[in-house]
């Protein structure tokens, strides 16, 4: 199994790729977005004042974490907004807290049930726990909020999988691999489905493609 990969925005996105003899555990993705840290320091510089949920996202940018989930508490619950749920969704499920993350996360998608953040945490939970049909149901939700995230179609084929429906795995990690080819991840695991669909021509293909991508060191 390869380890897990790190990507760093805002969010913490954690995750394994669903678990099948023969395919990749992948994609845990720990984001922390930093230029809109790097925007807020200079928002602080020019204006001399951050509201609290700046403030939270700051301590949080710079580990302080603590100190960012008091603060965000100290922010009256009808006053916080999606990303200040979000955020102290990240901080518990980094605590391994995760039914208060859970909780977190859905009070951030009743908020704003346009954002895909909530919904690609959620989903990811859910598929760590084992329960892959909420996964795809929380991954459909977060792709209608965000076409353009590869990640969240690439764990939706993982959830596929495991659920043994090889056709919509295909599907989500051939959408994986339009919007992000780089990833040898997203290829393996297209690899693996498509020798489970009994297609090795496509199968030995894309392997090449992953391959191809460790040996260049993407």
């Known amino acids: 199994m ?3 990969i790190l990507l760093l925005a805002f969010i913490l996105f954690a995750t394994t790729c669903a678990q099948a003899q023969g395919f990749s555990t992948q994609s845990i993705k720990k984001m922390l977005h930093k230029p809109t840290a790097i925007e807020i320091q200079k928002k602080a510089a020019s204006e001399d004042t951050l509201t609290l949920s700046e403030q939270a996202i700051l301590f949080y940018n710079e ?3 603590k100190t960012s989930f008091e603060t965000l508490l100290s922010i009256k ?7 200040d749920w979000v955020l102290l969704g990240n901080i518990l499920q980094d605590q391994n807290k995760t039914s208060d993350a859970i909780f977190m996360y859905q009070r951030a998608s009743l908020i704003d049930s346009k954002a895909y953040k909530p919904y690609y945490n959620l989903a990811n939970i859910y598929l760590e726990e084992e329960k892959p049909y909420l996964a795809i149901e929380n991954y459909r939700k977060a792709n209608k909020a965000n076409n353009e995230f590869p990640y969240a179609y690439y764990n939706l084929g993982c959830a596929y999988l495991k659920i043994g ?3 919509k795995a295909k ?13 040898p991840d997203f290829h393996y695991n297209l690899a693996y489905t498509y020798k489970m669909l009994n297609n090795p021509k496509l199968s030995k293909q894309y392997l090449g493609f992953y391959n191809k991508l460790i040996e260049d060191g993407q």
Do not use: P, S, Y
């Open 165 to 167: 429906n090889l056709k």
């Open 63 to 65: 580990n302080n974490i």
């Open 2 to 4: 390869k380890k897990i």
């Open 77 to 83: 619950e009808a006053d916080r907004t999606a990303q």
């Open 171 to 183: 599907i989500a990690f051939l959408k994986a691999i339009e919007l992000k080819n780089t990833e």
